[in-house]
T-cell receptor, first 112, second 116 residues
Framework: GENVEQHPSTLSVQEGDSAVIKCTYSDSASNYFPWYKQELGKRPQLIIDIRSNVGEKKDQRIAVTLNKTAKHFSLHITETQPEDSAVYFCAASNTGFQKLVFGTGTRLLVSP | GAVVSQHPSRVICKSGTSVKIECRSL??????MFWYRQFPKKSLMLMAT?????????EQGVEKDKFLINHASLTLSTLTVTSAHPEDSSFYIC????????????FGPGTRLTVT
């Protein structure tokens, strides 16, 4: 089955810096890659997603890149703000099987 | 649109009792719902996939007789934790998809279960 690895487990940056979180997946049939932000005790919130027919997607300060050959995808956050502090999860899905497999999470701390 | 609710948000029960958690899609019909468990500072682990009108598909290592899932309608799935023990204490989150062709899953707010 699918296995998703995520790095780093914790990431501390200064406000205004960029943050990059990386994930690798094992199943070449995976074709949907969402990123979620989760605050303590809350539900995961979808912040951006990418499908396998696209190499990059951007939404304001957030971007995701996908390298299908290497089977890895990354989340890029620019101009970080303290409110970006949260746990971020990547996930991968083969829509034929529907289920999402989550990475282990990255705790991002943005210091003012 | 695409709102998913869960009830209750928090529940405390005694060891050996059963607890039922409801997951509802409020403004769309969900052909598929998923149940996840999340331990403190850990990732979401899929427990089972629930399709309306059919038996749930459980992930390896998840006891189907302990975690009973019923998906009786296109807007409601329930998870019953039977004979709960302290090690079942966790954050249980459901999600729902609009249809088989849909990519996105919409998550409920979660239920914090504490077994004493």
């Amino acid at each position: 089955g699918e296995n998703v690895e995520q790095h780093p487990s914790t990431l501390s940056v200064q406000e205004g810096d960029s943050a990059v979180i990386k994930c690798t997946y094992s199943d070449s049939a995976s074709n949907y890659f969402p990123w979620y932000k989760q605050e303590l005790g809350k539900r995961p919130q979808l912040i951006i997603d990418i499908r396998s027919n696209v190499g990059e997607k951007k939404d304001q300060r957030i971007a995701v890149t996908l390298n299908k050959t290497a089977k890895h995808f990354s989340l890029h956050i620019t101009e970080t703000q303290p409110e970006d502090s949260a746990v971020y999860f990547c996930a991968a899905s083969n829509t034929g099987f529907q289920k999402l497999v989550f990475g282990t999470g990255t705790r991002l701390l943005v210091s003012p | 649109g695409a709102v998913v609710s869960q009830h209750p948000s928090r529940v405390i029960c005694k060891s050996g009792t059963s607890v039922k958690i409801e997951c509802r899609s409020l403004d769309f019909q969900a052909t598929t719902m998923f149940w996840y468990r999340q331990f403190p500072k850990k990732s979401l682990m899929l427990m089972a996939t629930s399709n309306e009108g059919s038996k749930a598909t459980y992930e390896q290592g998840v006891e189907k007789d302990k975690f009973l899932i019923n998906h009786a309608s296109l807007t409601l799935s329930t998870l019953t934790v039977t004979s709960a023990h302290p090690e079942d204490s966790s954050f249980y989150i459901c999600s729902a998809k609009r249809g088989s062709a849909s990519y996105e899953q919409y998550f409920g707010p979660g239920t914090r279960l504490t077994v004493t």
